[in-house]
């Protein structure tokens, strides 16, 4: 026997109870208070009053959702190579404090994970993290440079579960073509930044008004709809899977739109931020608004939401991108692109989604967990018993003050500094065990 | 302060841009400049208005006429005045321009006039320093002085500028000089338009209140005045135009296109000229040239700002450059 006990809820540690949560399981509509109970890592039971078993720890869910745990398809952890602006550690606890239980890492790190033995290494630390779980996504083409096809079935063997040269688009049409037949062996997906790089220029912001009035370089929509036009085509072509990136652009929805009558294999996903902002927020040079795809104009954004609505656009993702603040504290043109994304996801999605009305509490689960599963063939988004405990407990109400400060991640550069959102995350059990819990000021002090 | 007028005509702490000021704040400006205009014609050109006042020229862009002209500005009014060149960025220098900006600041300057090849550097600094700062023209943004003296030379001419119909011709999109003058003229109340290959027209600008020209023919015979913009060469390798030599046969001011113009168009230019491409010699040198008072000009606008944002009142010019201040 081992002198260390076992974590509750975890495999060989004691059981726990979620004991009058609401539990929400848009897997399988369900909607109603109830508990939960979590063996050995695994939904026991779930729905009606449980009886606590034998050594049983309470968890007392009162007044609180309890829902499958999120998964983000797309966020850059940054290790190895960017330490000073997040690590696998820090990010995965972010992603644990933001409610999500699964996280995709993209491979643009330096150097980038093109081969199994970084595959391996991100697995690794992802593990030792004790946060969310840590899913390594592996270059598409080695070094990323767009020429020559990365060992895929070696890193899927070590771990990988999807490839992508995010950060630079898959700009070879025929090694796109390539790639997407390829993979079909392993059953992954190809994860693409949909950018016409002869289009988007050095464009540091969307191409429109606010461009013009500020004297930056801007980025068409065509930029991204051209690109996301042709590879519909080359997913039509080979039938593989192809997944669009951070979807910016109203006429990229149409292009998805399509695809989807037409029935072919391909997904995509919005994040927040362009759920939440325009290209107006760049106003005053904020390099807290600087990102790639740019914030677009209103129609853009009522664009891409109601493609989330439809589900025309299958999942939120973050594409959480931390950088250090002396690299945002610069010239604009010289600003690295993005912001970190995964603790205030929640937040923006009830904001900007289920208190307007666009969609249900249940819809937003369903977009941050449920749909993400189910287009990646993950175990997990369900409260079904037997599967994963990966379980996320939020207060639907609760409204706070975004913090900058207070994030568990190492970088701060978000434009939601001082917002007030509503919906914030208490409890993440990851495999059963607790891999977040809010620190509640003493109440007695 | 006894009458209550704010200090500096209520401009704020920096000049950035024109965007942000009202038509009225800039008829101030350009009144100011009126009194400045003749202190360069005497014998000696100084008066004592920023005596004691440091000023920084901070040019991160090589820069002659400018430069010269806020020097010109400054050391006629009396203030001690550094000047800074730097090439490249500040990034390629080493250093970041936040860190530039302090270390100026712990000298204890009073004012900066910068010169930057990123849209935005000159906001950037005003947020980040308590000095005054004047923009000497930010990336493709805004070149506020030299629009303000554009106007003056307009008014000097017309006498009023309100309804006066000024198109700008060339390369709008990279130029800072026109985004200034598109925001100034407007905000005086003139009509504006802009003409050039649809390459360098940016996308959007019919939104802020001006309209297109597609031929030079037509913007001619529209005008009161031509604003013709210097085209960079380099425009051509970028592949923004076919060549130099088509750019002066479609878009260049002759003095042949102008025989269609109204007998009172005036032609200005910001220099540096490119004789040949988008004007030609006889227009430059020609009667309709405003191009030797828009430099005039330059130095009593800057002294206006510089006067102004150090306090000065507007109605108190006159006064001021006669040493009573």
Known sequence: MSSRPRPAGGPGGRPVLLKGGRLLDPSRDVDGVGDLLVVDGRIEAAGGTLEPPEGCEMLDADGLVVAPGFIDLHVHLREPGGEHKETILTGARAAAAGGFTTVWTMPNTDPPIDDPAAVGFVRAEGERAGGARVMPIGAASLDLAGERMTEIGEMVAAGAVAVSDDG????NAGLLRRLLEYTQTFGIPVLQHSEVRELAGFGVM?????????????????????????????AELTGGHLHVCHVSARQTVEQLRMARERGLSVTSEVTPHHLALTETAVRGYRTDAKMNPPLRTEEDREAVRQGLVDGVIDVIATDHAPHHYEEKEREFDDAPFGIVGLETALGLGMCELVEPGHLSLAGLVDRMSCSPARIMGIDAGTLRPG??????????????????????????NTPFGGRELTGRVHVTLVGGVERYRRSVPDEAA | MRDGTPPGAGLGKD??????????QIRTILDTAEPFKEISERRIKKVPVLRGKTIVNLFFEPSTRTRISFEFAEKRLSADTVNISATGSSVQKGETLVDTARTLEAMRIDMVVMRHGSSGAARFLADRIPSNVINGGDGQHEHPTQALLDLLTLRDRFGELEGLKVCIVGDILHSRVARSNIWGLLKVGAEVAVCGPRTLIPLGIEELGVSVFGRVEEAIEWSDALYVLRLQLERMKAGFIPSVREYNRVFGVSAERLERAREDLVVLHPGPMNRGVEIDSDVADGPRSMILPQVTNGVAVRMAVLYLLAGGKPEAAEAAKQGEA
Not at chain 1, 168 to 171: D, G, L, T, V
Not at chain 1, 389 to 405: G, M
């Open chain 1, 168 to 171: 630079h688009p898959i700009w």
């Open chain 1, 206 to 234: 969307n191409e429109g008004k606010v461009s013009t009035a500020l004297g930056l370089r801007g980025q068409p929509n065509a930029a991204e709809a051209a690109m996301v036009a042709r590879d519909i085509q080359l």
């Open chain 1, 387 to 412: 599967s994963p405990a990966d379980i996320v407990l939020f207060d639907p109400e609760e409204r706070w003050t975004v913090e900058p400060e207070a994030f568990l991640s190492r970088s701060r």
């Open chain 2, 15 to 24: 000049l950035v841009g024109l965007e942000g000021l009202t038509g009225e």
